[in-house]
């Protein structure tokens, strides 16, 4: 059993984990484990780069990005698609302004953020509805956290926060199975039961389209009914969800994770991937990072969520304090931390 919410503050954790687990990927990224191994030592003993500040990268700027909607977004009462996609815009236009914004950003984010700036299109025209990046769901976790939220508005949300860039049907299932994810780990739910608790919330939300917060989206891709279009994504995240059962029978945490899950440079891979990392090291939640960071594939995202996930289950003491003192963003993390944690 996991110790009481209040105790453990899953919110504070999940987003330190989110925020150490980017930043730990951030140098091994577009390597090879090899390459990593001869850069880092043996991935068992990798430590948080840098001297003094820990940088991370867009996922956790996204993230954060997000987290700000958020607040707006609730703060004026009931969250609704209006009142989180304004706020959300603003957030990812400014993003892309930033000079910050300089952390091997990916290309379909660019891209979207760039029309949206444009305002003379619906956020629906400005998405990249044939992509799946891992964009949708590296700056999910916050509606994981974010407490108040009904399963409709959680899930409608975080959909509507994918497509915004990643309008790929895949991109919102996977979205809104990580965020769920998150959920079930910081309200305290086993490990050992997660995969099949996401295969039935996949199965239950199969068809359905949330067309309060996504409109018209559907229309952009090529299936004929918006139940067909978003079944198209559930679909595709079973599949990742069986390669996961399969992997955590016969993986060995010595094997590059993504040789069974996926590179995490897609939305589900990332997922599933992450998801794998953090299950192979329940109760060692450094370690699951540490794994994490030491991939082949899309190394800052897949240990960013990894990260969301422990932490979410292990709370705000699973991480280093050295680290925690390090990390670029640390008290804004904190701050949002602590907000969800108290309510």
Same mark, same amino acid.
């Given at each position: 059993?996991?110790?009481?919410?209040?105790?453990?503050?899953?919110?504070?954790?999940?987003?330190?984990?989110?925020?150490?687990?980017?930043?730990?990927?951030?140098?091994?990224? /577009?390597?090879?484990?090899?390459?990593?191994?001869?850069?880092?030592?043996?991935?068992?003993?990798?430590?948080?780069?840098?001297?003094?500040?820990?940088?991370?990268?867009?996922?956790?700027?996204?993230?954060?990005?997000?987290?700000?909607?958020?607040?707006?977004?609730?703060?004026?009462?009931?969250?609704?698609?209006?009142?989180?996609?304004?706020?959300?815009?603003?957030?990812?236009?400014?993003?892309?302004?930033?000079?910050?914004?300089?952390?091997?950003?990916?290309?379909?984010?660019?891209?979207?953020?760039?029309?949206?700036?444009?305002?003379?299109?619906?956020?629906?025209?400005? #998405?990249?509805?044939? #992509?799946?990046?891992?964009?949708?769901?590296?700056?999910? *976790?916050?509606?994981?956290?974010?407490?108040?939220?009904?399963?409709?508005?959680?899930?409608?949300?975080?959909?509507?926060?994918?497509?915004? *860039?990643?309008?790929?049907?895949?991109?919102?299932?996977?979205?809104?199975?990580?965020?769920?994810?998150?959920?079930?780990?910081?309200?305290?739910?086993?490990?050992?039961?997660?995969?099949?608790?996401?295969?039935?919330?996949?199965?239950?939300?199969?068809?359905?389209?949330?067309?309060? +917060?996504?409109?018209?989206? +559907?229309?952009?891709?090529?299936?004929?009914?918006?139940?067909? /279009?978003?079944?198209?994504?559930?679909?595709?995240?079973?599949?990742?969800?069986?390669?996961?059962?399969?992997?955590?029978?016969?993986?060995?945490?010595?094997?590059?994770?993504?040789?069974?899950?996926?590179?995490?440079?897609?939305?589900?891979?990332?997922?599933?991937?992450?998801?794998?990392? /953090?299950?192979? /090291?329940?109760?060692?939640?450094?370690?699951?990072?540490?794994?994490?960071?030491?991939?082949?594939?899309?190394?800052?995202?897949?240990?960013?969520?990894?990260?969301?996930?422990?932490?979410?289950?292990?709370?705000?003491?699973?991480?280093?304090?050295? +680290?925690?003192?390090?990390?670029?963003?640390?008290?804004?993390?904190?701050?949002?931390?602590?907000? +969800?944690?108290?309510?």
């Amino acid at each position: 059993m996991t110790p009481m919410t209040t105790t453990r503050r899953p919110a504070t954790g999940s987003l330190l984990g989110l925020a150490l687990g980017d930043a730990l990927g951030f140098p091994t990224e /577009f390597h090879d484990v090899p390459a990593i191994l001869d850069k880092c030592g043996p991935w068992r003993e990798m430590e948080l780069p840098g001297s003094s500040v820990a940088y991370i990268t867009d996922d956790t700027q996204m993230a954060l990005a997000v987290a700000r909607a958020l607040r707006e977004g609730t703060g004026r009462g009931t969250l609704g698609p209006k009142g989180f996609e304004r706020p959300l815009r603003e957030e990812f236009v400014d993003w892309f302004r930033s000079p910050d914004n300089n952390r091997a950003p990916g290309r379909t984010c660019l891209r979207a953020c760039g029309l949206l700036e444009t305002g003379s299109r619906g956020w629906q025209d400005a #998405s990249q509805i044939h #992509s799946k990046g891992c964009g949708a769901n590296m700056r999910v *976790t916050p509606l994981g956290l974010v407490p108040g939220l009904s399963d409709e508005q959680r899930a409608g949300a975080a959909q509507l926060q994918a497509g915004l *860039t990643h309008g790929h049907p895949t991109g919102l299932a996977a979205a809104d199975l990580t965020a769920h994810a998150v959920r079930l780990l910081a309200q305290g739910a086993e490990p050992t039961g997660l995969v099949g608790m996401l295969r039935s919330y996949a199965y239950e939300n199969r068809e359905t389209y949330h067309e309060a +917060w996504l409109g018209d989206l +559907w229309r952009r891709g090529s299936e004929p009914t918006p139940q067909r /279009f978003i079944a198209h994504g559930w679909d595709e995240c079973l599949g990742v969800l069986d390669r996961l059962r399969g992997a955590l029978r016969e993986q060995s945490p010595e094997t590059d994770p993504c040789l069974a899950t996926g590179a995490g440079w897609i939305a589900e891979e990332a997922l599933a991937t992450g998801l794998l990392c /953090f299950l192979l /090291f329940v109760d060692e939640p450094v370690l699951a990072l540490r794994r994490a960071a030491c991939t082949s594939g899309d190394s800052d995202s897949i240990a960013a969520l990894t990260g969301a996930f422990a932490g979410a289950y292990c709370g705000a003491g699973a991480w280093p304090r050295e +680290w925690v003192a390090r990390i670029e963003h640390r008290e804004e993390l904190l701050e949002f931390g602590a907000e +969800w944690d108290a309510v």
